[in-house]
């Protein structure tokens, strides 16, 4: 595949550019002029497939790469744009680095541990899969809207298994909870057997842009993928009988290109939904884009710091008393906003602790230089 065939641009032109004039003099010795742009489309472990304009190749981060990726999150993610050393005889490449990314979809990682995972770099739109059955969530859909807007994407809602809902009046009524739990997300509800709605949803899916699908198991992602694809590349199960869960079907992140020139990136199912902040990304914007609602009444609270709890005059409150706003909505709302605090303590925690064991080793190295100079002064 070429570049452009890849979502290359201009400005991933650009940025290549002033990303190699960057580049360390040691790094610019050994590789010279063999680096080229190719994107991760497969992900294993430390791993990676890459694909660019001279081919497709097996690449692992060279040591000096490693050696500046010291969170999780740096290191190279399906959807990255990398700095690669192809050695085609071997069918081997070497990563020398990460271009920056113009997107991050992360999530916090699963379980008590804190920390980012990155589901997915420089994804254009998320589709947000979720299936008009049991499964079905609204207070899901805030928080994959939250992440999404979070992430620099454009968050669209995919209800999927309309052919297993017996009334069209109630796929209207799935489609109205999906719109009302992420107000201006597109909503499209299709099936992926019967083909009903995919025509809709392909002409969103333009040539050129990326797209991930995010959901939990069972909602259909794969045979959602394998639709749009035309193939059956994606593994697709059943979902458990007994309690209507879903299984677990994607075991892994790849990038599949559409027969309409769009580029698919299929996750493996979310069971928990944990949200992030990444650097200077408090996570705050996306949550209030993803409750536009509420911050438009917010606008009229009596108290600029509002907290929508207590307050004479919260217009959040009259507006839930007044039946004008859901309840559990809000609820919704004030639990993300803790999370994001916390979220946003422990990585302010994080930072002031590793500047700390920084300062402290720079501390010990200095003190060792200096006693080594005093002990030659004295011989």
């Not at 199912?269 to 200077?280: I, K, Q």
């Not at 008393?321 to 906003?337: I, T, V, W």
Request: proline share 4%; hydrophobic share 35%.
């Amino acid at each position: 595949m070429d570049l452009a065939a890849l979502g290359w641009d201009e400005r991933w032109s650009d940025m290549w550019t002033a990303w190699l004039q960057e580049l360390p003099e040691a790094v610019k010795r050994r590789f010279g002029d063999a680096l080229v742009p190719v994107r991760v489309a497969f992900a294993h472990k430390h791993l990676y497939r890459v694909i660019g304009d001279g081919g497709e190749w097996l690449a692992e981060p060279s040591g000096q790469a490693r050696a500046g990726m010291l969170e999780p999150s740096d290191w190279p993610c399906v959807g990255d744009w990398v700095a690669a050393s192809p050695r085609p005889s071997e069918g081997r490449a070497t990563i020398v680095g990460v271009l920056p990314r113009r997107s991050v979809f992360a999530r916090k990682v699963a379980g008590t541990r804190r920390g980012a995972q990155v589901v997915a770099a420089n994804v254009d739109l998320a589709l947000l899969v979720t299936s008009m059955t049991q499964d079905f969530e609204p207070r899901r859909l805030e928080r994959y809207a939250a992440l999404a807007y979070d992430s620099g994407a454009e968050p669209v809602i995919v209800l999927t298994k309309a052919d297993q809902v017996a009334d069209e009046a109630d796929v209207a009524t799935f489609t109205a909870e999906a719109m009302s739990a992420a107000p201006g997300c597109s909503v499209y509800p299709v099936s992926a057997q019967t083909g009903a709605g995919m025509s809709e949803l392909q002409a969103v899916l333009a040539p050129g842009k990326t797209c991930v699908l995010v959901g939990s198991s069972g909602v259909g992602k794969s045979t959602l993928a394998n639709a749009l694809t035309g193939t059956s590349h994606m593994e697709t199960q059943a979902i458990r009988e007994g309690d209507g869960k879903g299984r677990h079907t994607t075991t892994h992140r790849e990038l599949i290109p559409l027969p309409n020139g769009a580029l698919l990136l299929d996750t493996p199912g979310m069971r928990e939904v944990g949200v992030v902040t990444l650097g200077d990304n408090d996570g705050l914007q996306g949550m209030n884009h993803a409750f536009e609602d509420i911050q438009g009444y917010a606008k009229s609270c009596r108290f600029q710091d509002c907290t929508h709890q207590h307050e004479p005059g919260c217009a959040v409150l009259e507006a839930i008393e007044a039946g004008e706003l859901d309840a559990s909505r809000y609820r919704s709302y004030m639990k993300l906003q803790r999370e994001y605090a916390y979220m946003k303590r422990s990585e302010d925690e994080r930072v002031r602790q590793q500047h700390q064991r920084f300062t402290k080793q720079r501390s010990k190295a200095y003190n060792a230089i200096q006693r080594s100079h005093r002990s030659r002064k004295g011989r």
